[in-house]
């Protein structure tokens, strides 16, 4: 069973994503960028998408390569509840 790297930090994320979902709604815009980087440990990538893509996947493991970090973290705010997906970069399993 994989380790979960920065449980703490990645909870108070997720919930900080939640917020943001019920404030802003399911039509969030994203960017085409990274969009952010939390304490230099976690990436966050923001879609809004009907489902997550493998290439919305292999875009979060690039960044994690690039970056050396062990854990991003994948938000969909499209949908009616917030949908997040937890991605470890195969160096750290």
Known sequence: MPEIFYPELSYKIIGILFNV?????SRYQEKYFLDFLVEDKIIV????????????????LGYL????LKLGILVNFRA????????????YK
């Open 21 to 25: 979902h019920r404030q802003l709604g």
């Open 45 to 60: 990538e923001t879609k809004t998408v009907n489902n997550f893509s493998k290439n919305d996947i292999k875009q979060v």
């Open 65 to 68: 390569y690039a970056k050396n």
């Open 80 to 91: 009616n509840s917030l949908e997040y997906k937890r991605i470890l970069n195969s160096k």
